[in-house]
């Protein structure tokens, strides 16, 4: 073999070598070794930095803040904050506290109220029986008109006893109504479905009257409160579109607006409430950056740490049916924490994300 030919053989060797694991798009491989531990993302598209963007937070469209009604200690607290509850469901107990008791006077007065009320009223029966044999003896004037006076007016007396007993029933239904009611306030219920945004009481906590309990987010889409400064009042109306940017979510969403405010001489600002075009869950809470849909371009957006940097080569792993494929790609502009793809990705592929250090084409993904 000639000095030139090995010369060859040996760059050839060496440029197999730095190929490694990474194969060109397109070639067909057996799967590899699984890899682990990977996180991975859909590709979508978001909105550039061309236009402004504002400062925003996720919001419920409707927050509730739950208060005691009786005084007591905090028995159980079955929720903790991010937890969903359906309408009526138990929160929390409250104990020590005299509506239990009150509640077993209640109803005890009120059976004896109806005891007496029974007697009473078969007592008049019995009245009305003698009184109607007595006004018959009075008309063939076998009895006396004193005698049947006073067989008239016990009547009428057993008929008042009757009625007072009666009142009496109404009376101890109220007041067992209103401490079964008050019984009923040591069990905290859901007054609607939502999520639990804060808990404000600790197991064991003294409260009173009015103390705050617990703040409930209603369930259904949430909203943006966005602070934007008054150089835009009178341009942002109700109904405009809105770009929505999550970074800890890695999303960008549509929204409009649904409620303008006044602007704010002090801060120079005004608020602006963007509703999420999506039936998705998010928690609220949630730092956002808005901007008006149509002052900045859109693109695809992946984060930074989905590219892999080979010399000059920049490149993604994307998941084709559990494999993984080495892919190269152009980049644009860094947006955040994410960087614009110009060519080499389609929106809806999936990525690696995290862990594409580790990748390596051909590798199969396990969870």
Do not use: W
Not at 137 to 147: C, G, K, N, P, V
């Amino acid at each position: 073999m000639t000095r030139l030919n090995r010369i060859a053989v040996a760059v050839s060797l060496l440029f197999i070598s730095a190929c490694g694991g990474d194969i060109e798009p397109g070639r067909t491989e057996a799967a590899g070794e699984a890899v682990q531990g990977l996180v991975l993302a859909a590709v979508a598209a978001g909105p550039l930095a061309g236009g402004t963007a504002y400062v925003g937070a996720l919001e419920s469209s409707g927050r509730g803040q739950l208060s005691a009604r009786i005084a007591g200690r905090i028995d159980r607290i079955q929720v903790v904050e991010g937890d969903r509850v359906a309408a009526g469901q138990t929160l929390l107990t409250i104990a020590d506290n005299p509506a239990g008791e009150q509640l077993k006077e209640a109803e005890a007065a009120l059976a004896e109220a109806r005891g007496a009320a029974a007697a009473a009223e078969a007592r008049q029966q019995l009245a009305e029986k003698t009184h109607a044999r007595f006004q018959q003896l009075y008309a063939r004037e076998a009895l006396t008109a004193q005698e049947f006076d006073r067989v008239s007016a016990e009547l009428e007396m057993a008929r008042q006893n009757s009625a007072a007993s009666m009142a009496g029933v109404r009376r101890a239904e109220a007041a067992a109504a209103g401490a079964r009611t008050a019984s009923d306030y040591t069990r905290v219920t859901a007054p609607y479905a939502g999520v639990v945004a804060e808990r404000m009481v600790q197991e064991g906590s003294t409260i009173l009257p009015g103390t705050p309990l617990l703040a409930l987010d209603r369930a259904g889409r949430l909203r943006v409160r966005a602070e934007l400064p008054e150089a835009l009042a009178g341009q942002i109306a109700v109904g405009d579109p809105f770009l929505v940017e999550i970074p800890a979510l890695n999303q960008s969403l549509k929204g409009a607006v649904s409620e303008v405010t006044a602007a704010d001489p002090r801060s120079h600002s005004f608020q602006v409430k963007i509703e999420l075009a999506t039936e998705e869950s998010l928690p609220a809470g949630l730092f956002a950056r808005v901007r008006p849909a149509g002052s900045g371009a859109t693109a695809l957006l992946v984060p930074s740490a989905a590219i892999v940097t080979r010399g000059q080569l920049t490149a993604v792993y994307v998941v084709e049916k559990s494999i993984l494929r080495y892919r190269l790609v152009k980049t644009g502009r860094h947006v955040g924490d994410r960087v614009e793809i110009l060519s080499g990705l389609a929106e809806g592929e999936t990525l690696v994300v995290e862990g594409a250090g580790r990748a390596k084409n051909g590798g199969r993904v396990e969870e």
